[in-house]
């Protein structure tokens, strides 16, 4: 499916720290990042701005299939492109986020952005951060991790999150959010989150991004891939 590029998948539910530590690993490898999730926010944005409903799922997946969405750094800002506009910021408003995840339960919007992610396989190597990569995505990468963490521990870290970006919202109103994106998440028809049967499992909820990228360095290590450590 990816030929002879090397993949590595970091999935996980939200809050488990998979995205912070994908880029971690991007950046001491110096490969490519997937950040899959930001996929489904885009489609999201893209429908919000189309004022395309939810419950129009055929509408939805066109525009998974057709919007013109980009990855980029520019002086070492990351940027979201959408329809050439950096959206970057737009994506990470909590709305956005919770349209996005139940958007990403219909099967046709999932079909849609499979190979625009499998594309993004490329040299020397390529970070995937997400639910179903290692599952759905890339089910032949060469190491795959799945980051779990205590659902309290998740709301309290989106809960920092928010507030360090001066956003104010209830504790008790994130821990409902993150119970509601998890049923969402085990119990959709399409790629349901689970772990691959051979992906390495790990525990963040008492481990800072650094100690899970140190845990997760020598098994990629052990794989044939070398790592920039400083």
């Known amino acids: 499916m990816t030929g002879d590029i090397r993949v590595v998948t970091i999935d996980g539910p939200s809050g488990s720290g998979k995205g912070t530590v994908s880029r971690c690993l991007a950046a001491q490898l110096r490969w490519h990042l997937l950040d899959s999730g930001a996929l489904y926010r885009l489609v999201a944005l893209a429908a919000e701005?189309?004022?395309?409903?939810?419950?129009?799922?055929?509408?939805?997946?066109?525009?998974a299939a057709d919007m013109k969405a980009s990855f980029?750094?520019?002086?070492?800002?990351?940027?979201?492109?959408?329809?050439h506009e950096d959206v970057h910021a737009a994506l990470r408003a909590e709305t956005c986020g919770k349209l996005a995840s139940k958007i990403a339960a219909i099967p046709a919007v999932r079909h849609a952005l499979l190979?625009?992610?499998?594309?993004?396989?490329?040299?020397?190597?390529l970070v995937a951060d997400g639910r179903d990569m290692g599952t759905v995505v890339f089910p032949d990468?060469?190491?795959k991790v799945f980051l779990t963490a205590s659902p309290e521990e998740r709301a309290l870290r989106r809960h920092k999150?928010?507030?360090?970006?001066?956003i104010d919202v209830s504790l008790r109103d994130l821990s409902k959010d993150v119970s509601q994106r998890d049923q969402r998440d085990a119990n959709r028809t399409a790629s349901p989150l689970r772990a691959a049967e051979?992906?390495?499992?790990?525990?963040s909820t008492r481990l800072s991004p650094e100690e899970?990228?140190?845990?997760?360095?020598?098994?990629?290590?052990?794989?044939g891939i070398e790592s920039n450590r400083a």
């Open 198 to 203: 051979d992906a390495r499992v790990i525990d």
């Open 161 to 166: 999150q928010l507030k360090q970006k001066g």
């Open 115 to 125: 190979e625009r992610q499998r594309a993004c396989a490329r040299r020397p190597g």
């Open 141 to 143: 990468a060469t190491v």
């Open 72 to 83: 980029a750094y520019r002086n070492g800002v990351e940027q979201v492109l959408l329809e």
């Open 212 to 223: 899970v990228t140190a845990r997760i360095l020598p098994w990629l290590e052990a794989a």
């Open 49 to 63: 701005r189309r004022r395309i409903p939810g419950t129009d799922e055929a509408a939805l997946a066109r525009v």
